[in-house]
């Protein structure tokens, strides 16, 4: 096609939605309205889902290492460890750095144990994936050295459970949602389309294609969409960062944190700008499609 | 140039608006199409450029039998034609320059072309203050004109024109005449539909008579009721 009808299909279409604004204006509106809901529930269930993998990435296995062992055979051990499968980290700590630690979280009368230190060497480990936590443990058990192994068995499968669970709703509900706002955004725009197929029908008759009639309302249906998804950007950009700054705080202390806004905001931009384009542009193209099949 | 061999136009629901039409008109002709309401004139210039398709028949355009034609073809027929719908059709959010521009645009002819050849027919119906007026600025007689200048912007060889002066006074009926007229004196065919005994009478041309969907009079020169 040559530049100049595009260049034509281009003002048609611009010149049309302001020739229609109080039409264009109510289907920017509608689009606006569904992609602020998507976006607030984007950023929700991107939420639950960090702070999900948080906790799940916060189980790790208890080693405790035999007093039977001075510290160069527990070094020995952390090696053998390390060389399992499915293990992807080992952090060893002293028995006197544990005390510290424990002295920090319970206070000074607990240093009387300087003398004699009740407390084991420990390793931390992770499994490469949280749900290979017990596979790990058990092997570790398996091997020498070792006075105990403890995970939270029984209570990690529940927090598995209650994860997958908070995924799979999540997950479920994001493509209800993004139905609805198809079936949203499309309907008015047909709506806008459908008062005017009486303008198909005289393009059909003065001699236009199928594709001279289709293109400048499909232009249209974009125009729409990306200034239906410009306010709910803006806002959620505005509104994410305000939330993130108030709320982080409060959960400083916490295994979880909340997904920082730049990784946030450049998924949901994009999100809804395409959202806001693809559903215009077929919302258009199928309506258009409806008047043009008459003659 | 046009033929119409055995046309039949069987209506779902089974009325029969033509039965067996046969009709020849060649390049030049000035046509009127004559007859009552509901005798079939308006199924005959439909099937002329496709807005209603043959039962059984032949209609030949341009020596492309059209009847045959596929959907994708139809708009290269109609840019060979012009038409006046007895509706106007103008496209109500256009304004009277885009509204005709726009049969040139959809051939993707030059924008300078386009100017010269809107102006030109704006002029020649006599609307070259108002090109930018919106079709519901205008009265019926100034859209009539609109809808005939967008049908001859493009300098087809056939004019097709349902009930032109249908709903216009005598003083813009004979204006608009005088532009077909105009037209026709070019070597541009003329078919028109028209109810209006007074133009035929007075502007002799060859005249169809159609008739409970028949060819009934054909006559050159006859008056509005056939002499």
Redesign the interface.
């Known amino acids: 096609m040559a530049i100049k009808t595009w260049n034509r299909h281009v003002r048609d279409s611009l010149t049309s939605m302001w020739r229609n604004r109080w039409m264009s204006l109510a289907a920017i509106g509608a689009v606006t309205v569904t992609l602020l809901l998507v976006g607030v529930f984007i950023a929700v269930i991107l939420n639950v889902n960090k702070i999900a993998s948080d906790f799940e990435n916060d189980v790790e296995i208890k080693v405790l290492i035999s007093t039977t062992m001075n510290e160069s055979k527990a070094l020995e051990l952390t090696q053998k460890v390390k060389k399992l499968p499915n293990v992807a980290e080992v952090r060893y700590v002293s028995k006197d750095d544990e005390l510290k630690k424990v002295v920090a979280d319970f206070g000074e009368d607990l240093s009387l144990f300087d003398q004699e230190n009740p407390l084991h060497n420990v390793l931390y480990v992770k499994a490469s994936e949280p749900q290979k936590t017990a596979a790990v443990a058990g092997q570790i058990d398996a091997l020498k050295g070792t006075d105990d192994v403890l995970y939270g068995k029984g209570q990690i499968e529940q927090l598995f459970d209650v994860v997958d669970t908070t995924r799979t709703i999540g997950i479920v509900f994001s493509i209800v949602l993004v139905l609805i706002a198809v079936f949203l955004i499309s309907n008015t725009i047909k709506l806008t389309i459908a008062a005017r197929q009486h303008e198909i029908e005289i393009m059909k008759l003065v001699g236009a294609t199928n594709n001279y009639v289709r293109i400048p309302f499909m232009l249209e249906g974009m125009w729409l969409g990306l200034l239906g998804a410009l306010l709910p950007v803006v806002a959620m950009s505005i509104g994410y960062v305000s939330v993130y700054h108030n709320l982080s705080p409060l959960v400083q202390n916490e295994v979880f944190s909340f997904v920082a806004p730049a990784n946030l905001l450049a998924l949901l931009i994009a999100v809804l700008v395409l959202m806001g384009i693809i559903i215009g542009v077929f919302g258009s193209a199928m309506s258009v499609r409806k008047y043009l099949t008459v003659k | 140039m046009i033929e119409m061999k055995h046309v039949v136009k069987k209506y779902p629901g089974g009325n029969k608006a033509l039965q067996g039409l046969n009709v020849s008109i060649a390049q030049g002709e000035f046509v009127y199409v004559v007859g009552p309401s509901g005798a079939g004139k308006s199924t005959f210039i439909k099937m002329l450029?496709?807005?209603e398709r043959a039962s059984a028949g032949k209609v030949i355009v341009n020596d492309v039998d059209i009847t045959k034609l596929p959907a994708?073809k139809?708009?290269?027929l109609?840019?060979q034609l012009g038409?006046v719908?007895q509706d106007y059709?103008?496209?109500?959010?256009k304004n009277v320059y885009e509204n005709i521009a726009?049969?040139l645009?959809?051939?993707?002819k030059?924008?300078k072309f386009i100017k010269q050849r809107v102006i030109a027919v704006l002029k020649l119906v006599g609307l070259a203050t108002k090109a930018k007026r919106f079709p519901h600025e205008l009265s019926g007689g100034e859209q009539q004109r609109v809808a005939i200048a967008?049908s001859i912007v493009n300098q087809p060889q056939i004019v097709i024109a349902d009930e032109p002066t249908g709903n216009l006074d005598p003083e813009t009926t004979w204006e608009i005449m005088k532009v077909f007229e105009a037209i026709n004196a070019q070597g541009t065919t003329i078919i028109m539909a028209t109810h209006n005994r007074e133009v035929v009478d007075r502007m002799r041309h060859r005249v169809l008579r159609i008739d409970k969907g028949r060819l009934v009079n054909d006559q050159r020169g006859g008056g509005y009721d056939g002499y």
């Open positions: 450029y496709a807005e994708r139809v708009p290269f109609r840019r038409v719908f059709k103008l496209l109500p959010k726009y049969a645009e959809v051939i993707e030059d924008t967008r």
